[in-house]
T-cell receptor, first 113, second 115 residues
Framework: AQSVTQLGSHVSVSEGALVLLRCNYS??????LFWYVQYPNQGLQLLLK??????LVKGINGFEAEFKKSETSFHLTKPSAHMSDAAEYFCAVSYTGRRALTFGSGTRLQVQP | DVKVTQSSRYLVKRTGEKVFLECVQDMDHENMFWYRQDPGLGLRLIYFSYDVKMKEKGDIPEGYSVSREKKERFSLILESASTNQTSMYLCASSFLRGSSTDTQYFGPGTRLTVL
């Protein structure tokens, strides 16, 4: 069975500071990994995903994530936080043959001025 | 742009009522999904459908059923609503049947309160 653990249900950073949101997965087969973002009162939208190939994945709005198999991690980073990044972020995992996603519990990012 | 719409943003129902949540997508997507979102638990899959009249149970199907009579529409049904079904319900769709990597597009959600 697959699972996703997001460390830290709430993360607060200052505007301009580094954003680091942690995601660790458990999977007995090669995973596909996703980060979704949910802005207030909206549905989720895809930030980025890793399927195969390059382990450093770039997404929208300056976010990127690196797949590290040895650490079973897929942490999300952004060099400089912006006020508009305040949202809830979800890590998710899938694998070949599974059409649905398994989501983590989410991390709410707060950006302080 | 892909658009996934849900029939209501907020819904209040009484215990024991039959509740219908509707979802419509406008991009000819093969797959449609229903999730519920609860604080601290993230999103959990209730049911999904990969074709008209086809459905598969997700991780928490108990107390729910679904219907997909047309490709663009996927309904979630609570046969007899209970207070523990108070939650945010999110619908999603994706294009490729059988794909494990395809992007899912989400609706804005329906916040259901069962009294």
């Amino acid at each position: 069975a697959q699972s996703v653990t997001q460390l830290g249900s709430h993360v607060s950073v200052s505007e301009g500071a580094l954003v680091l949101l942690r995601c660790n997965y458990s999977s007995s087969v090669p995973p596909y990994l996703f980060w979704y973002v949910q802005y207030p009162n909206q549905g989720l939208q895809l930030l980025l995903k890793y399927t195969t190939g390059a382990t450093l994945v770039k997404g929208i709005n300056g976010f990127e994530a690196e797949f590290k198999k040895s650490e079973t991690s897929f942490h999300l980073t952004k060099p400089s936080a912006h006020m508009s990044d305040a949202a809830e972020y979800f890590c998710a995992v899938s694998y070949t043959g599974r059409r649905a996603l398994t989501f983590g519990s989410g991390t709410r990012l707060q950006v302080q001025p | 742009d892909v658009k996934v719409t849900q029939s209501s943003r907020y819904l209040v129902k009484r215990t024991g009522e039959k509740v219908f949540l509707e979802c419509v997508q406008d991009m000819d997507h093969e797959n449609m999904f229903w999730y519920r979102q609860d604080p601290g638990l993230g999103l959990r899959l209730i049911y999904f459908s990969y074709d008209v009249k086809m459905k598969e149970k997700g991780d928490i199907p108990e107390g729910y059923s679904v219907s997909r009579e047309k490709k663009e529409r996927f309904s979630l049904i609570l046969e007899s609503a209970s207070t523990n079904q108070t939650s945010m319900y999110l619908c999603a769709s994706s294009f490729l049947r059988g794909s494990s990597t395809d992007t899912q597009y989400f609706g804005p959600g329906t916040r259901l309160t069962v009294l």
